[in-house]
């Protein structure tokens, strides 16, 4: 059974520090970029973060550029996002993806992060 369970939200004030982490079992972890995507409420969504398979390459929303990291443990099969200096703004469902080629293949569900400001 394929598993991306997506976790380490909840509820911090702005400028606040939190990490997410998802973990990933049932396929080739290395063999993915992962991607994380939030999706705030009435809104598009959107992806926040990206690392290639090896964790050398990552890609940012501009939104979120000098303040999230995004870094995987592929001994562990997980993937984590460091978001510092967090924003009202950045208040959303937050899920990752495992990409190959062009194509998602596993979605995980998501894990809530709300910034009061």
């Known amino acids: 059974q394929v598993l991306l369970v997506a976790s380490g939200g909840g509820l911090v004030q702005a400028g606040d520090s939190l990490t997410l982490s998802c973990a990933a079992s049932g396929f080739t972890f290395s063999n993915y970029i992962i991607h994380w995507f939030r999706q705030a409420p009435r809104k598009e969504r959107e992806r926040v973060a990206g690392?290639?398979?090896?964790?050398?390459?990552?890609d940012y929303a501009a939104s979120v550029k000098g303040r999230f990291t995004i870094s995987r443990d592929n001994a562990k099969n997980t993937v984590y996002l460091q978001m510092n200096s967090l924003k009202p703004e950045d208040t959303a469902t937050y899920s990752c993806?495992?990409?190959?080629?062009?194509?998602?293949?596993?979605w995980g569900q998501g894990t809530r992060v709300t910034v009061s400001s």
């Open positions: 690392i290639s398979e090896s964790g050398r390459n990552t």
């Open positions: 993806a495992a990409r190959s080629g062009e194509q998602y293949h596993y």
